[in-house]
């Protein structure tokens, strides 16, 4: 049974500093790519970052480069998301996903919803002015 649990939101103020955790069980993490979406009510899931099995490549949305930062330890089964600069803007359900399908030798950067084969519940994360 494949599961992705979020953990690390929570309401914080303009500015400030979170990192998101998402623990995966069930599945080849350290051959998975790894995405973080975000999705605010009424409005489609919308891309955060990604980061292939190894560490080596990722992509952000260009809005959150430079903000946010992707990274894993394959070893605790664990992505996480480092949230800097935090901006009312951010207010979200963030979601982790994985992608299996991907052979490990592709660079393919995994930007849509229906690249990744497995959600997590989400955290809330909210950013007050």
């Known amino acids: 049974q494949v599961q992705l649990v979020e953990s690390g939101g929570g309401l914080v103020q303009t500015g400030d500093s979170l990192r998101l955790s998402c623990v995966a069980s069930g599945l080849p993490f350290d051959r998975s790519g790894m995405g973080w979406f975000r999705q605010t009510p009424g409005k489609e899931r919308q891309f955060v970052g990604w980061?292939?099995?190894?560490?080596?490549?990722?992509a952000y949305a260009a809005s959150l480069k430079g903000r946010f930062t992707i990274s894993r330890d394959n070893a605790k089964n664990t992505v996480y998301l480092q949230m800097n600069s935090l901006k009312p803007e951010d207010t979200a359900v963030y979601y982790c996903?994985?992608?299996?399908?991907?052979?490990?030798?592709?660079?393919?950067?995994?930007?849509?919803?229906?690249?990744?084969?497995?959600w997590g519940q989400g955290t809330q994360v909210t950013v007050s002015s």
């Open positions: 980061m292939n099995w190894s560490g080596g490549a990722t």
């Open positions: 996903a994985a992608d299996i399908r991907t052979p490990t030798w592709s660079l393919v950067q995994k930007q849509k919803v229906s690249d990744y084969d497995y």
